[in-house]
């Protein structure tokens, strides 16, 4: 019987598409670098909002007293 597309019982389990750096056991690393990165990014956008909205981030903001 031929196999079709449509109809996988019987086939066995359906795997997932490794890239080449997972297939060499580098997967979660690139995730993990990947998530300080998006971090690193969303830390400079929020800086760069701050400064454009002219409020002084309260690092940089002389204390009163």
Known sequence: MAKSRNNLLGVGGQRKKLSR???Q?????RDND????EDKKQELVRKMRERA???APAQDAPAES
């Open 34 to 37: 990947r998530k300080v990165a």
């Open 25 to 29: 056991g580098a997967g979660p690393a």
């Open 53 to 55: 909205a002219g409020s």
């Open 21 to 23: 750096a997972e297939q």
